[in-house]
């Protein structure tokens, strides 16, 4: 027996016969995720305030070269 549940995604028709690319989908699906909205002004704020990370920060943090 699985542990894992199935998760529905539902995106209306018309979003979906438009859109030109899976990105296209992808962007429509984080348009309608709040949290990522929310992370999303945090960051313009921070970056209007010139508090954001720099680029090089991140990379280290995340340990990308």
Do not use: Y
Request: net charge negative; charged share 40%.
């Amino acid at each position: 027996m699985s542990t894992l549940k199935e998760k529905v995604v539902v995106i209306p028709i018309d979003i979906f016969e438009t859109a030109e690319s899976k990105e296209d989908l992808e962007d429509w699906l984080l348009s309608q995720n709040a949290d990522f909205i929310t992370k999303m002004r945090e960051a313009r704020r921070d970056d209007l305030r010139n508090s954001g990370k720099n680029w090089e920060t991140i990379k280290k943090e995340l340990c990308i070269k």
